[in-house]
Each structure stands twice: as structure tokens, then as C-alpha cells.
């Protein structure tokens, strides 16, 4: 009887410690679904209180199996949930050494795959992708059920996305957008899809993405962000109609979403886009009124400040408006561009005022009077000299000569052409100023500057390629031994209406110091840095493509340096996908991304995998035309053509009909 009753008590023991066992773990379980519950509630990107507070108790839950029951067939699942938590949390460190110890400690446990996959993801969030697509590539060997491999090629998009490699990153999306069953995980493919085609230029791919991630249904942000991009995409791609009947279903649809407001934007910016400015401006100034400090808001501001500087050539309103931005929202994405623009148009209000002044001042010399110089602080006028900011005429330290204020006037006016054409988009305008330097400032360093631009403006004509070609003669013949007369000397003579021709640029010099430095004086090292720095210095200019060519061809060809040769071969397809200079090496680059994907073990891709692919053209490529006496005489007929462009026989080409007179007192910066 004893031995029974010892029994029992040894049985009700062993009981009541099982159930404490699976009750520890069925609460560990119970707080972690409620952390994906609160999870999936969350609006920003961090973690709310509430949704800590229930992974702190999965994991205080989890950290008591393992302590009491650390060899129960429990154990594997605490410590997933634990990894899982933390990684919710953005723990990331704590959550990779949990999925480093599953995999460790338990690799042959059903967990390890899923553990292998969180590990990834853990990985990319913490910006170590070389380790991340180890980890999914090794994963990818073994096929597995449950889409643990095509959700590893969706990761592998991921790390390419996060890289900026957004055409590998469109192919892995591609991939797993067809081949995922979770309706969830396809549909944040074919969203990430969409943003790569858009990132690339490929607008009709990444319509039809949105589309088709809009026909899966899901939670209610899925359908507003997917129906939202989607429009969105329409927009880009001109479909104004269809893009403003989802955005205004989307607003009877939601009423109450926080992103209401950045809806109204963009139809504001449809509407612009349909020539319906005043009701673009009046909704703009709605959005302003109902949603005060907000990014829609500091939106609002940037378009009607764009509206009023390019439709409307009012460059107090749009200097005002873009000022605005930064006051509205100082997180908004277009405080940097609205920045850049005010801070042009207060530069072109100082070049204005200041080539007035030494237009008076040049006059009063003519006449043999005194100059009338403003009494303004000598060092200010030598400071902005150096810094190669506008010329104000003011007092110096020798008294000023028609000579010398010929030479400030012509700067003032190729910076002041320069900001019609580049910043401020009106060709009509930038072409006379750039005529009136080269006719009326011919012994100016500036003249060749100002031909060399003309040429580039014509160049992106159509139908002007013999205009192009006669001033790039005059400008070879003339100013042999400038810059601008030694590229003009290449091209001279061999530009056909396929050849496309690029400079004249606010950065002009920087980048030609670079070109010949390559092959004026066989400099490769040099001109590699010359390039990084004008790649750097000016991310917005128009000549960046080639700039970037220049420096992969470089690497390539002269330095043998594949790795480098690839990222700048990259960077020029994803961000100018349409330039010759990226259909040029889009094939080398695709041949080199498939043996990198190929291989095993290789952490970078090297360009010298395609080697057997056929070399590049040299950037700029073309024999020195010495311009002898066969072709004197095509040069005076060139003389007269451009004679007749300067005293306006020729009718100057507009980019655009001529807009009304505008407003250009802006107030200076």
C-alpha cells in the first residue's frame, strides 16, 4: 500500500510538472501571437509600447523552458520564438545569435530551414548582405515545400533592392512573384517589382506589377498601397484619366487613412499634368489649409513653387514657396530640390542686379566718365572672384578697366545662361545670352565656353546637327588651345546625326580637366580621381553619364580593375538607362551579374566575367582632326552660317513657344 502511495505521488508530480511545462509554453506561444497581432497594427516604422510589451513576455516565457526545460522537445520552438521577437523588437544582434544557436544546436530539427531564412533576413537588416545571400544561397540548394525557397529568392531582390542593383533586384522579384502560393509574400514582390521598374525607367512594367499586386486582395494597407502605387504609375506614365479614377476611389474608399493627404497631391500633380494649372494651385493651397505640417503640405509648397517658376515664370512666388518646404516639414523628401531652387533663383537675382551694375559701370568708361561704383566691401568682390561666384561691382583694389568689366560681364552672363537652361528649363532664354558672349565678348576665356554650350544645345535638337557642326569648327579653329577648342578639335569634321555630343554644362571645366587628363597627357590614376570628384561634386549635372562611363571604362581597360569597373558600369545603367552610354554596356553587365549568380563562394561581381564579350569604345573615342587646309573652305561657310545665327537671320529654336514676359525680380538669396 505504501509502495502504491509513493507511486501516485510520484505520478501526480510528474503530471503537474508537464502541465506547469505546457503551460509555460502555450502562454509563450499565446503573448508572441499577440505581438504579430499588435505587429500588424503598427503605423511608423518602430515598434509601438504595446506591441514590446507582448514580445517581452514571449521571450520572458520562452527564457524559462529553456532555463528549466532546456532538452524538451520544446526547445527548439522557444528559442525560434525568441529569435522572432527580437528581431520584431529590432534587436537585431540578440535575434541573429538565437538563430545562430538554433541552426547550431538543433540542425536537424523541422526549424533550422525557417531559422536559416529569419537569419537572412536578420542579416539585411543589419546591412551585412554579403552574409545575408550566403545564408539564402546555401538555403536555395536543398529544395523544401512550404516556399521557403521561392521566399529566399524574394530576399535575394531584397538585398539587390537595398544595394541600388535594381535590375538584379527585378529579376529575383520576377521570380518569386510567379512562383510564391502566399498571397502576402507575392504581393510584396510584385510591389517591390513595381518600384524597380520604376527605379530603371521601365514605367509600363511597373504599371502592369502594381496591377497585378492590386488583383491579390489582402489587409486594408495592402489594397491602399497597392491601388496607390498603382495610380501612381498610371500617372507617371501619362494616363491621367485612369490614374484620378483610382486616386478618387481611393479617397471614398478610405476616407479616414493617414495617407489621404498625399493622395490629394498627386491629384493635384495630375491635374498639372493635364495643363489644368489653377486647379492644380487650388487644391494645392487646400491640402495646405486642412493639413498643416505635414509632408503632403511640404509637397503642396515644392509643386506650387515648381508651377510658379516653370508655367508661370514668377520667380518671387516660386522662390516663396519653396522656401516654405522646409518651414512645413522639415522631413520631407523635397526639402533638398526645393532648397536647391530657391537657392538659384536668389543666384540669378544677384547675376541680374550685378550685371546691370557693371553694365553702367562699363558705359561710364566708354563715355570717359568715373565709374559709379557702388561703396560696397572690396573683400566681397575678391571672395566671390575666388570662389567663381557672380562678379559684384563694387570697389577693388585696382581701379576697374573696360577690359576687366568685359571679363566680369561675360562670367555673370555664362553663369546667367547656364541657370536659364539647366535650372530654370527655358532654352529660348539661354540662347541668346550664350550668343550675345560669343559675338560680343570675343576675347574673352569665356567665348569658347559659350560656343562649346551653343553646340551642346543644338546637339539635343532635332534636326540641327549642321548647326551643332559649324559652331564646333568655328570653336576649333578660333580658340584652338582651350579646353573647349581641343574637344571641338576631336569632333570636328567626324559628328554624324547618330553621334551623340555631350558637354557644356555648369560644370564644363572640372569634367574637361578629367577627359584630358586621360588623353591629353595619359593620366589614367588621375583622371579616375578627376571623375570620382566631379561624380561627387555635381550628382545633378547632365554630363554625369558619360563622367560615369569614362571612370568604368578606365578601371576596365587601363587599370584592370573589374570590381570598380562594374559598380560604375551599374550606377550609369540604373540611374540613365536610356543614354547610348548604358545601352553600350548593359550586355557586359548582365553577362557579368549571371557568372556572379552562377558561381560559388564569390562575393563580388567582377566586370572581367565578361571578358569575352567585345571591348567597350573608348569614351569620346574619335581621331584628332587637325582642321588643315582642305577644309578652310567649309570653315568660312561655317563663319557666315554662325554670323547669320548671331545677327538673328536664323531663327533662334525654341524649346517651347515663348511664354509671357516673366517675373524675374526675385528677392537675392
Not at 509554453?25 to 509600447?49: C, Q
Not at 501612381?232 to 484620378?244: F, G, H, P, R, T
Not at 550628382?539 to 581597360?557: D, M, Q, R, V
Request: aromatic share 10%; glycine share 4%; proline share 5%.
Amino acid at each position: 500500500m505504501r509502495r502504491f502511495f509513493s507511486l501516485a505521488v510520484l505520478c501526480a508530480g510528474l503530471m503537474a510538472q508537464s502541465c506547469a511545462y505546457y503551460n509555460t509554453f502555450y502562454n509563450t506561444k499565446k503573448h508572441f501571437r499577440e505581438g504579430l497581432l499588435e505587429n500588424k497594427k503598427r503605423v511608423g516604422d518602430k515598434p509601438t509600447s504595446q506591441e514590446v510589451q507582448k514580445f517581452d513576455l514571449a521571450i520572458e516565457k520562452a527564457s524559462k523552458i529553456l532555463q528549466l526545460y532546456p532538452t524538451s522537445k520544446y526547445a527548439d520552438d522557444a528559442v525560434m520564438i525568441l529569435g522572432q521577437s527580437f528581431f520584431f523588437k529590432q534587436e537585431y544582434l540578440k535575434a541573429q545569435r538565437k538563430f545562430d544557436e538554433l541552426i547550431a544546436n538543433f540542425p536537424r530539427s523541422n526549424l533550422a530551414p525557417q531559422a536559416r531564412l529569419w537569419l537572412a533576413k536578420t542579416n539585411i537588416e543589419l546591412r551585412d548582405y554579403t552574409g545575408a545571400e550566403r545564408v539564402l544561397r546555401e538555403l536555395q540548394k536543398n529544395p523544401r515545400r512550404g516556399g521557403l525557397n521561392e521566399e529566399a529568392q524574394s530576399l535575394l531582390g531584397e538585398i539587390y533592392f537595398r544595394r541600388e542593383m535594381y535590375s538584379l533586384a527585378a529579376q529575383e522579384f520576377e521570380v518569386a512573384s510567379k512562383e510564391l502560393d502566399d498571397k502576402t509574400l507575392r504581393g510584396r514582390s510584385l510591389m517591390r517589382l513595381g518600384e524597380c521598374y520604376q527605379k530603371i525607367g521601365n514605367l509600363q512594367g511597373a504599371v502592369e506589377s502594381f496591377r497585378l499586386a492590386t488583383s491579390l486582395g489582402g489587409d486594408q494597407d495592402f489594397k491602399f498601397q497597392s491601388s496607390f502605387q498603382f495610380a501612381v504609375a498610371l500617372k507617371q506614365e501619362k494616363q491621367y484619366d485612369n490614374a484620378l479614377n483610382i486616386f478618387q476611389s481611393l479617397l471614398a474608399e478610405f476616407p479616414t487613412y493617414k495617407d489621404i493627404p498625399l493622395i490629394k497631391v498627386q491629384i493635384a500633380d495630375a491635374y498639372h499634368g493635364q495643363g489644368k494649372i489653377d486647379e492644380a494651385k487650388r487644391l494645392y493651397g487646400e491640402i495646405i489649409e486642412l493639413h498643416p505640417r505635414t509632408e503632403a503640405a511640404a509637397a503642396a509648397y515644392f509643386y506650387l513653387g515648381d508651377i510658379y517658376e516653370r508655367d508661370e515664370k514668377d520667380f518671387v512666388k516660386a522662390q516663396e514657396n519653396y522656401d516654405k518646404v522646409r518651414k512645413e516639414n522639415l522631413r520631407s523628401d523635397k526639402v533638398n530640390e526645393a532648397t536647391r531652387r530657391s537657392k538659384s533663383i536668389g543666384e540669378f537675382a544677384k547675376l541680374k542686379q550685378s550685371i546691370a551694375d557693371l553694365e553702367t559701370q562699363r558705359q561710364n568708361l566708354k563715355a570717359g566718365e568715373p565709374p559709379a561704383i557702388a561703396a560696397t566691401d572690396t573683400a566681397n568682390t575678391l571672395r566671390s572672384r575666388r570662389r567663381g561666384g557672380a562678379v559684384k561691382a563694387s570697389a577693388a583694389t585696382a581701379q576697374p578697366t573696360v577690359e576687366s568689366l568685359a571679363g566680369d560681364l561675360a562670367k555673370n552672363k555664362i553663369q546667367m545662361a547656364q541657370l536659364y537652361y539647366f535650372q530654370f528649363d527655358q532654352l529660348d532664354a539661354a540662347i541668346p545670352v550664350y550668343f550675345d558672349v560669343a559675338e560680343n565678348f570675343p576675347d574673352s576665356p569665356y567665348a569658347p565656353q559659350a560656343l562649346y554650350s551653343l553646340a551642346y544645345i543644338f546637339d539635343n535638337l532635332k534636326n540641327r546637327p549642321a548647326t551643332r557642326d559649324s559652331i564646333l569648327r568655328v570653336l576649333a579653329q578660333k580658340y584652338p588651345n582651350s579646353p573647349q577648342g581641343k574637344v571641338a578639335r576631336r569632333k570636328a569634321g567626324m559628328i554624324t546625326d547618330s553621334t551623340s555630343f555631350l558637354g557644356a554644362v555648369p560644370e564644363l571645366n572640372d569634367f574637361l580637366v578629367a577627359e584630358n587628363l586621360l588623353f591629353d597627357e595619359n593620366e589614367p590614376a588621375r583622371a579616375i580621381a578627376a571623375h570620382q570628384s566631379f561624380i561627387e561634386k555635381y550628382p545633378l549635372s547632365p554630363y554625369l553619364p558619360k563622367s560615369l562611363y569614362a571612370l568604368g571604362w578606365i578601371f576596365e581597360n587601363r587599370l584592370g580593375d573589374g570590381r570598380q569597373a562594374y559598380e560604375a558600369y551599374r550606377q550609369l545603367v540604373e540611374k540613365f538607362p536610356d543614354t547610348d552610354f548604358a545601352k553600350d554596356v548593359r550586355a557586359k553587365l548582365a553577362a557579368a551579374e549571371k557568372e556572379f549568380k552562377s558561381s560559388e563562394g564569390k562575393k563580388t561581381i567582377d566586370i572581367a566575367s565578361a571578358g569575352s564579350l567585345s571591348a567597350l569604345p573608348r569614351p569620346g573615342a574619335a581621331p584628332e582632326d587637325s582642321l588643315d587646309s582642305r577644309q578652310s573652305d567649309r570653315l568660312k561657310a561655317d563663319e557666315e552660317a554662325f554670323k547669320n545665327l548671331l545677327e538673328g537671320k536664323e531663327r533662334l529654336p525654341m524649346r517651347r513657344p515663348p511664354k509671357k514676359a516673366e517675373n524675374l525680380e526675385a528677392k537675392p538669396e
